[in-house]
């Protein structure tokens, strides 16, 4: 390589290319597509082997978002740039030391102050950084570029097949899964009142879908919304109150609006053709999707004046069409029945349960026994109670230890087991004077106690434990 006497740089000789001329030059930093996509397949391997964990997958998909960011230059370069932050606070930030900020303090729906939740924090966003001076004082200033949230997908089959795409449609309309992504856009909303478009791409191992939410017209929570307990041993004025809560939570439901959808469930990889369906080996040749290209462009489209390097990041002019899966359902009509509908049937058939279940009187603790039906609730202090944690424990670890049985069928067994006991613990409740245990520790201990004569044989290791599970299930019974 010769150097070049009137600038002091070096030039390409005979044979040498333009990668080796920047390899070679300290003020250059070289990295070819070729290379990338040899890093992106051992990224992808680590997390493929570690699948049980979503953490293996940060690294893949920092990795992605960092060298994505090198070949961006947002408008007005270089007094703001772009960066790619893993854990980026979507709420109010802490001030630092030495400096108060005067704000409303951050308060639940009855007035209680509550500290960032873990909704609050994506597992990595892209925002604009600038240094802004207003007043005398140097802010900084973060404008949203998208949300990125990550999820394992811990299943037997490669990721690469039919069966892991539709497994990863089943994981991205998974309700505690579309409620997080929806909570995380009204957080962003809630503490940025200048963001009007959030866009949020939700990946499940190697799939990944995008949403945009445009900023709601009411006031949305920017929180997961807490339980709402109504029980018969209420008083009178305090069930009312727990009664109106549930009305004003139904409406909270309908006023929600669900995101528009860009892609659902698509590859993040290319594989290379002819190659076998294997995720088990050390080298493959990957590329990222088109569809994933054009998704990670699309949210930069809101920012006038951004300049791209051309790259292997660069996209298709035109929307590349989607990867079809066997599973016909209209996502967007999913996530509506998801997001609202299914939450408001639930809380209505709550509702209905309490308003046609008596209250109690003053100073009667006895609820009514009128075709009372436990609900949710009480279901879920059944399963807070020591000692039916003790109980689920001790059962289950017998259940597994069986020799001789294969592992699938250990797990039904297990799993009716599980469902007979709660069946007879609600029974039990439903046929007694304790329908009221709810905050009665003791009641539900007492409860729980009748289970155990019908589970004291597996308990003690006898003879239904080798019989087959239906038969199980009826000595249970």
């Not at 070949?71 to 893993?86: D, L, S």
């Not at 394992?152 to 089959?157: G, P, Q, T, Y």
């Not at 590349?320 to 359902?329: C, G």
């Not at 609730?377 to 001790?394: A, D, G, K, N």
Request: charged share 20%; with cysteine.
């Amino acid at each position: 390589m010769a150097k070049d006497k009137r600038n002091g740089k070096k030039k390409a000789t005979e044979g040498e290319s333009a990668y080796d001329v920047l390899y070679h030059s300290r003020d250059y930093i070289g990295h070819a597509r070729k290379r990338f996509n040899i890093d992106l397949w051992s990224y992808v391997f680590d997390a493929w082997m570690n699948r049980a964990s979503e953490r293996y997958l940060y690294a893949l998909f920092g990795y992605v978002g960092v060298n994505l960011c090198n070949t961006i230059e947002p408008p007005n370069f270089p007094e703001v740039t772009i960066a790619f932050t893993p854990q980026g606070l979507l709420g109010p930030r802490k001030p630092p030391a030495g400096e108060t900020v005067v704000q409303a303090p951050v308060t639940d729906e009855f007035g209680r102050p509550v500290r960032p939740f873990p909704e609050q924090y994506p597992d990595f966003l892209r925002a604009l950084i600038s240094a802004v001076e207003s007043e005398g004082q140097v802010k900084s200033i973060h404008q949203i570029v998208d949300i990125w949230e990550i999820k394992d997908h811990n299943i037997s089959a490669d990721w690469n097949t039919p069966e892991a795409h539709e497994s990863a449609w089943r994981a991205m309309t998974n309700s505690r899964t579309l409620d997080q992504v929806y909570i995380q856009a009204m957080a962003a909303f809630a503490h940025n009142p200048e963001w009007e478009k959030i866009y949020h791409t939700l990946i499940v191992g190697i799939y990944f879908s995008q949403f945009v939410f445009d900023r709601p017209q009411g006031t949305e929570l920017d929180r997961p919304l807490s339980p709402i307990h109504v029980h018969n041993n209420m008083l009178p004025k305090a069930r009312q109150a727990a009664l109106d809560r549930l009305n004003d939570r139904i409406a909270q439901y309908q006023a929600r609006t669900p995101p528009s959808i860009e892609y659902f469930n698509q590859p993040v990889l290319t594989f290379g053709l002819g190659q076998k369906a294997s995720m088990d080996s050390p080298k493959q040749d990957v590329s990222l999707s088109p569809q994933f290209l054009y998704a990670l462009r699309l949210p930069l489209k809101q920012y006038k004046g951004c300049k791209f390097q051309q790259s292997w990041f660069s996209p298709s002019p035109k929307k590349p069409k989607p990867v079809a899966t066997t599973i016909l359902d209209d996502p967007q009509e999913v996530i509506y029945k998801v997001l609202i509908e299914n939450e408001v049937k639930t809380l209505q058939v709550y509702l209905n349960e309490y308003n046609n279940s008596p209250p109690s009187t003053a100073g009667n603790t006895t609820a009514t026994s009128g075709g009372y039906v436990p609900s949710r609730h009480i279901q879920m202090q059944v399963e807070q109670s020591p000692l039916w944690r003790r109980l689920h424990r001790v059962i289950k670890q017998r259940i597994m230890a069986m020799k001789g049985w294969p592992a699938t069928e250990r797990k039904l067994m297990w799993d009716r087991m599980r469902r007979t006991m709660m069946k007879l613990t609600l029974t039990r409740i439903q046929n007694s004077t304790m329908c009221n245990i709810l905050g009665k520790p003791a009641a539900c201990e007492q409860a729980i106690g009748g289970v155990e004569l019908a589970a004291s044989s597996l308990k003690a290791g006898s003879q239904p434990l080798v019989l087959a599970p239906n038969r199980l299930q009826l000595e249970a019974e």
